[in-house]
């Protein structure tokens, strides 16, 4: 359960970690504690999968790398093990669920195009994948979302 503690935490590190050397510190300066309690806090909360991941965003096309959302049929029995398949990807950003006819969908950014068929080939191959749509933005929209807790 988050405490209201970890709950003023998340808020602030979603949109306002500095940019300095020790912006930890400096949340710590805010919050009013020792730069360790939100260390340990933010760890806690990791481990516990509050936290998945935690990294700066950029510009992927500006960097040179291409990108798709994929959709993939997969046979119910099997969803579990494709998932963790496609899990196993490096480039694979978010991978879920969902109740339809394509029911596991992912994000995936690779390198190249040619880094990408690869990749979409040896899951469009994996046991229990029926079938594989690769749908890449033909325009982007970036909206920023923060989520207050």
Known sequence: MLTPFDKELLNIIQTRLPLES?????????LEVEESTVLERLNWLKDN???RRFGAFFDSACLGYVSTLAAIKVRPEQVAAVAQAVNAYSGVTHNYERESEY???F???????AEQDHVL????????????????AIEKYK??????L
């Open 107 to 113: 994000t995936l950014l690779t390198a190249n195009q």
């Open 121 to 136: 080939a040896a899951i469009r191959s994996l046991p229990g994948v029926e079938g594989l749509l690769s749908l890449p």
């Open 143 to 148: 909206v920023s979302v923060e989520f207050s």
């Open 22 to 30: 020790r912006p930890y510190a400096k949340v710590a300066q805010w």
């Open 103 to 105: 029911n596991l969908w």
């Open 49 to 51: 999968g509050y936290i």
